[in-house]
């Protein structure tokens, strides 16, 4: 639709999205632009993070950028799906070569308390020379509540962790978030609960 930016000195792409650097700002002096109005993923957390990094880079305090390939999705459907960082297929088309750990809810003793274990936790990690689990490059769960549980593969993306950094976290018991854990144990060869 139309913005009302013609004449400004405010660019929009093609698809009608207005251009921005990283820092979101705009081709006009002193205008900045985030969330829906910018060709980044539709998500509000994003538009928040964009908004944080605009008024910071207003204030002059040279924020980080938002790294857009490493933010949370959640898709709010039942089972729930969250993911962060790439599958294992675009990991591997990125160059990588991974290994994977994949933890059912169907072993997990609150999935089974709470009647709700449909579903998985997945976790890709980078393969290091001697063939071990490295970073953690993605983190993706179906599953119930999973959108509250990714957290901790969010930060193990964003924070680059690897396998062994997750596997020595002691993980609440019983809890859905249990499996995450499994999943990062397993990458080191040391899964309780297959």
């Not at 675009?90 to 089974?112: E, I, K, P």
Request: glycine share 12%.
């Amino acid at each position: 639709e139309n913005l009302g930016l013609d004449d400004t000195g405010v660019e929009v792409d093609e698809r009608g999205f207005v251009k921005v650097d990283q820092t979101c700002r705009t081709t006009l002096e002193g205008v900045w632009a985030v969330g829906d109005l910018v060709a980044t993923p539709q998500l509000a957390h994003v538009g928040f993070a964009e908004g944080i990094t605009a008024v910071r880079d207003i204030l002059g305090e040279h924020p980080l950028p938002v790294e857009y390939d490493k933010v949370p999705w959640c898709i709010y459907c039942h089972p729930e799906v969250a993911f962060v960082g790439p599958s294992e297929e675009a990991a591997r088309q990125a160059g990588h070569d991974v290994v994977v750990s994949t933890h059912h809810f169907r072993g997990n003793g609150r999935a089974l308390i709470v009647g709700e274990a449909d579903g998985l936790v997945k976790v890709v990690a980078e393969r290091q020379p001697d063939g071990s689990a490295g970073r953690v490059l993605g983190v993706h769960m179906v599953g119930p509540w999973v959108t509250e549980q990714l957290g901790q593969g969010y930060l193990a993306v964003n924070w680059e962790a690897t396998a062994e950094d997750l596997a020595a976290l002691v993980q609440p018991h019983p809890t859905l978030s249990e499996a995450f854990g499994e999943a990062a144990m397993a990458l080191t060869g040391r899964g309780l609960h297959g």
